[in-house]
């Protein structure tokens, strides 16, 4: 058991991204490599209810293109992309699945894309970096069992960070009266003890349930899911409390234990450092000062999910570019970049940001991102004015269907964020259909294959563009 000495510390926010990924700006999630973690709004998300496509689904009429320049032969360009896409996408996610950010099958998955990349012909490295990720522990006694037990757990994103001890009280939901209830009938019958709170998510915002809990006098809370897995969720602001997130199945056993007598509780919530790696993959223009365009993705997971969209799809667009361009040559160096721990707050591309040198930031012209694009059969792009233009154009010319999307979701962030945020240009790749990201239905058969194939000629047609100027 860990323990920290002093006061709570605010356990800092982390960006998702999951892309998206993040569904919630409340509920940003940060995952830790414990247990299936589906991403979080502070109220319950509804069940998927979508039709998936199959890997080669009939691409949807979102855009009327105008066939006016070589549509036949980009079209055929674009399904033998997807048939490249998808045999890489196989592959990686029979083989390389999990790939939970800052774990030893990520270094594998990392270093499969670097010979992989290498054996193309790109000067390739591997950028590793380190940070700090959270961590939770959650220890119970008494009740039915006599020996402590654990639990998968997940702090809160603005937990408290710190040890807290006491008895374990069921507050319900966490709503006024079910705190009032819950302390009332309290087993210790002693205000004077510490009181863990035990309460379900559901009904009432993370930050509604802890607020109250700790304005009736709990040291600490643990949040059980209202759905199968573990889940990362966000306060909206910091507490002064350890507050952890625990699965579904933990909760209702833990209910069950408690109706045999007194049942005591230790929570933790803190952060370790951890060591990630991106790859980075590079194809120099003909001089040292050169522009440079940049091409990303993360392929990372969160922890037991294949990550088939979310970012396979992505990691795949990216791998069918690179062969498909591999013996061009163009007036700009090409520089391919699968990023690391993106689904723990965007930690390899904030730390690829913060290293570029001015050589390499100021002569930037560009970063596409791709991202969870393949999951539905609305491929759509986000990000500047200008280039987005330019890939809608392209579209209508080339016959591929693309949608231009206006914002994220509440507040959802993928890889290009870091790049906005130093004033490079960005767009974004993505699909709109979000609701199996982070589950464990990302899978293969859910892929649509075409958009990854679409995503890559549209991206080598602006390639071909920035090229001509």
Request: avoid cysteine; aromatic fraction near 2%.
């Given at each position: 058991m860990k323990s920290v000495t002093g006061p709570f510390l605010v356990l800092a926010p982390i960006l998702l991204a999951a892309l998206v990924l993040a569904c919630g700006s409340s509920s940003d999630p940060t995952v830790t490599p414990t247990a299936t973690v589906v991403v979080a709004a502070e109220t319950p998300s509804p069940s998927p209810t979508a039709t998936a496509p199959s890997h080669t689904p009939?691409?949807?009429?979102?855009?009327?293109?105008?066939?006016?320049?070589?549509?036949?032969?980009?079209?055929?360009?674009?399904?033998r992309l997807a048939d490249e896409a998808w045999a890489f996408l196989e592959t990686f996610t029979r083989e390389l699945s999990p790939r939970a950010s800052a774990t030893e099958q990520e270094v594998a998955a990392a270093e499969f894309l670097a010979a992989e990349l290498e054996s193309l012909g790109y000067e390739v490295k591997l950028q590793t970096f380190e940070f700090n990720m959270p961590s939770s522990e959650v220890t119970l006694q008494g009740g039915l069992d006599e020996a402590p037990t654990t639990a998968p757990s997940h702090p809160l994103t603005l937990s408290g960070i710190g040890e807290a001890s006491g008895v374990l009280v069921n507050v319900a939901k966490?709503?006024?009266?079910?705190v009032a209830s819950g302390f009332a009938e309290s087993p210790t019958g002693d205000s004077s003890r510490d009181v863990i709170a035990l309460i379900e998510r559901g009904e009432s915002t993370f930050e509604e349930k802890v607020k109250g809990v700790a304005d009736a006098g709990a040291v600490g809370a643990i949040v059980y899911n209202n759905r199968r897995g573990l889940f990362a969720g966000a306060l909206s602001t910091q507490a002064g409390i350890p507050v952890v997130a625990i699965t579904r199945e933990s909760g209702a056993a833990i209910v069950v234990r408690m109706t045999d007598g007194e049942v005591t509780a230790t929570v933790f919530a803190g952060l370790d450092t951890v060591e990630s790696r991106t790859v980075v993959a590079e194809k120099p223009g003909p001089a040292p000062d050169s522009p440079l365009v940049v091409l990303g993705g993360h392929f990372d997971t969160v922890p037991d999910v294949p990550g088939a969209n979310d970012d396979g799809s992505g990691i795949a667009t990216l791998r069918a570019i690179a062969g498909e361009v591999a013996d061009r040559s163009y007036p700009f160096t090409l520089r391919l970049v699968a990023f690391g721990s993106e689904e723990l707050g965007l930690f390899g591309s904030r730390w690829y940001v913060s290293e570029l040198t001015a050589e390499e930031r100021e002569p930037t012209i560009v970063m596409l991102n791709f991202d969870a694009l393949a999951g539905g059969t609305n491929l759509s792009v986000l990000g500047d004015d200008g280039l987005v233009s330019d890939l809608v154009d392209i579209g209508e010319r080339k016959g591929i269907p693309?949608?231009?999307?206006?914002?994220?979701?509440g507040g959802g962030s993928s890889d290009h964020a870091p790049f906005d945020e130093v004033d490079i240009p960005t767009v974004f790749f993505l699909d709109e259909e979000f609701s199996r990201i982070h589950t464990a239905e990302d899978r293969l058969e859910f892929i649509n294959a075409q958009s990854m194939g679409n995503a890559a000629a549209l991206a080598i047609g602006l390639l071909d563009r920035l090229a001509r100027r």
């Open positions: 009939t691409a949807p009429a979102t855009v009327s293109p105008t066939p006016t320049e070589s549509t036949t032969s980009e079209s055929t360009l674009a399904r966490g709503l006024p009266e079910d693309l949608r231009e999307y206006a914002a994220l979701p």
